[in-house]
């Protein structure tokens, strides 16, 4: 729901779906002739030991190279047909693993053989591509011991439900999952963020300290639960640095599940919005083709249509319906061609809006000067870049259709960059 003042005076007001509603049972969909799935590192075809014509189990670890840490779990039974470069966003280059799916489907029991003894490495071995993409790598940062682990039950961006629907249906494998993570990382400092008006309903259920958050975007971004927390925002170093690490609840549940289950899970749920803003759930294959589940709700995509996976404020914008739901795709946005606001290159005009806006009081109109040119590290030292939780308001209430947001994170990434360069080349 979005609020706005009858007099223009005030700020646009957005709110988060009511936990409090029914819950709407997701539609299963079926699994697909073939599946891709992206392990994280560049494909080098010379030394890869993953070949066309392999065949693979569910469940099985996939790695492209001997002792590589990279690697990506099987959603299906099938015969691998194809391994080619994938660019992702920033410049990032990955590897696209294609499989054939068999309709005999076997599963793989090296996890379930590593199940019997929960560990820190066994964690970061098999659950990084599981749904909800668990990040490990910080735990096993010496630099930075981490001391509190949160969990968000809900979904930062608007108009998604995929966070509520599990931490309302899958309390106990939450419960399974927390319990697992404190006894494979020593972490006892555990505490889920729900949404306030439903506290309640987990008070005393939830094996943590339940966070509260409310119901005004952007409340339930992971910054915004951060502050709420500890009563400030990371710098360039991030939230590890502070000791505090984040998992989705769905993760936090894959977790639980596949160690009672001694099975990894690989569907995800997936909350699919069409050009009305209707939405309905969904529980498809990792490596499922965005247009398989856009077909099974009667969504066409027409030319100059618009496909982006998470929500309205913060999603990224796809090129094809050939692409894949991966293990963090929490959402799938269309936009008819008729609702998508376009961006310029019209100057500041220094209305104020952005500022008035934004949530950690950025000077957000002197800010996106400085990115607008380039000098990133000006920006980052002088107006507060880190301070920026990346909701997107900024760009949404911006007349001159600056594209604010992109820019932001755009220069967080050359930062990002020129740091871990810098780290290579020390003694």
Same mark, same amino acid.
């Given at each position: 729901?979005?609020?706005?003042?009858?007099?223009?005076?005030?700020?646009?007001?957005?709110?988060?779906?009511?936990?409090?509603?029914?819950?709407?049972?997701?539609?299963?969909?079926?699994?697909?002739?073939?599946?891709?799935?992206?392990?994280?590192?560049?494909?080098?075809?010379?030394?890869?030991?993953?070949?066309?014509?392999?065949?693979?189990?569910?469940?099985?670890?996939?790695?492209?190279?001997?002792?590589?840490?990279?690697?990506?779990?099987?959603?299906?039974?099938?015969? !691998?047909?194809?391994?080619?470069?994938?660019?992702?966003?920033?410049?990032?280059?990955?590897?696209?693993?294609?499989?054939?799916? /068999?309709?005999?489907?076997?599963?793989?029991?090296?996890?379930?053989?590593?199940?019997?003894?929960?560990?820190?490495?066994?964690?970061?071995?098999?659950?990084?591509?599981?749904?909800?993409?668990? /990040?490990?790598?910080?735990?096993?940062?010496?630099?930075?011991?981490?001391?509190?682990?949160?969990?968000?039950?809900?979904?930062?961006?608007?108009?998604?439900?995929?966070?509520?629907?599990?931490?309302?249906?899958?309390?106990?494998?939450?419960?399974?999952?927390?319990?697992?993570?404190?006894?494979?990382?020593?972490?006892?400092?555990?505490?889920?963020?729900?949404?306030?008006?439903?506290? =309640?309903?987990?008070?005393?259920?939830? /094996?943590?300290?339940? =966070?509260?958050?409310?119901?005004?975007?952007?409340?339930?971004?992971?910054?915004?639960?951060?502050?709420?927390?500890?009563?400030?925002?990371?710098?360039?170093?991030?939230?590890?640095?502070?000791?505090?690490?984040?998992?989705?609840?769905?993760?936090?549940?894959?977790?639980?599940?596949?160690?009672?289950?001694?099975?990894?899970?690989?569907?995800?749920?997936?909350?699919?919005?069409?050009?009305?803003?209707?939405?309905?759930?969904?529980?498809?294959?990792?490596?499922?083709?965005?247009?398989?589940?856009?077909?099974?709700?009667?969504?066409?995509?027409?030319?100059?249509?618009?496909?982006?996976?998470?929500?309205?404020?913060?999603?990224?914008?796809?090129?094809?319906?050939?692409?894949?739901?991966?293990?963090?795709?929490?959402? !799938?946005?269309?936009?008819?061609?008729?609702?998508?606001?376009?961006?310029?290159?019209?100057?500041?005009?220094?209305?104020?809006?952005? !500022?008035?806006?934004?949530?950690?009081?950025?000077?957000?109109?002197?800010?996106?000067?400085?990115?607008?040119?380039?000098?990133?590290?000006?920006?980052?030292?002088?107006?507060?870049?880190?301070?920026?939780?990346?909701?997107?308001?900024?760009?949404?209430?911006?007349?001159?259709?600056?594209?604010?947001?992109?820019?932001?994170?755009?220069?967080?990434?050359?930062?990002?960059?020129?740091?871990?360069?810098?780290?290579?080349?020390?003694?």
């Amino acid at each position: 729901m979005r609020k706005r003042s009858f007099f223009g005076l005030s700020k646009p007001c957005f709110r988060y779906e009511l936990a409090t509603g029914t819950t709407v049972s997701p539609v299963v969909i079926p699994v697909p002739e073939k599946v891709t799935l992206y392990i994280k590192t560049p494909y080098q075809k010379t030394s890869a030991v993953l070949k066309p014509g392999r065949s693979v189990k569910t469940g099985e670890r996939l790695v492209l190279h001997e002792a590589d840490p990279c690697s990506v779990i099987s959603s299906v039974t099938g015969t !691998i047909c194809d391994i080619s470069p994938f660019l992702a966003d920033f410049g990032n280059a990955w590897t696209a693993v294609t499989i054939r799916t /068999d309709k005999n489907e076997m599963a793989d029991t090296a996890f379930s053989k590593a199940a019997e003894q929960p560990s820190l490495d066994t964690l970061n071995r098999f659950f990084p591509s599981c749904p909800g993409e668990p /990040d490990f790598s910080a735990l096993a940062d010496d630099r930075h011991p981490v001391h509190t682990l949160v969990i968000y039950g809900g979904n930062a961006d608007l108009l998604i439900d995929t966070g509520l629907y599990v931490l309302k249906t899958h309390i106990d494998a939450i419960n399974a999952g927390i319990q697992i993570l404190r006894n494979a990382t020593g972490i006892r400092n555990i505490a889920i963020a729900v949404p306030r008006e439903s506290v =309640q309903n987990y008070s005393g259920h939830l /094996d943590a300290q339940v =966070q509260p958050f409310g119901s005004a975007y952007p409340q339930a971004q992971p910054l915004m639960i951060l502050h709420a927390l500890t009563g400030r925002l990371p710098d360039e170093t991030g939230t590890a640095a502070m000791g505090i690490h984040f998992f989705r609840a769905e993760a936090v549940a894959a977790i639980g599940r596949a160690f009672a289950d001694g099975r990894l899970p690989v569907e995800k749920n997936v909350t699919v919005i069409d050009k009305t803003g209707k939405k309905h759930l969904a529980i498809a294959r990792i490596g499922t083709p965005v247009g398989a589940l856009l077909k099974a709700f009667g969504i066409t995509v027409d030319n100059q249509d618009r496909i982006i996976f998470g929500g309205p404020m913060t999603g990224n914008a796809i090129y094809s319906e050939d692409l894949p739901i991966g293990p963090d795709t929490d959402a !799938i946005l269309v936009q008819a061609k008729s609702d998508i606001a376009l961006y310029s290159d019209y100057p500041c005009i220094n209305c104020g809006d952005c !500022i008035r806006v934004c949530p950690a009081h950025v000077p957000v109109n002197l800010l996106v000067r400085f990115l607008e040119a380039g000098q990133y590290t000006d920006g980052a030292e002088l107006y507060d870049l880190y301070s920026c939780i990346e909701c997107g308001l900024c760009s949404y209430v911006c007349p001159s259709r600056i594209p604010i947001f992109q820019y932001i994170k755009l220069a967080k990434y050359e930062l990002g960059r020129i740091s871990f360069a810098e780290e290579m080349n020390e003694p």
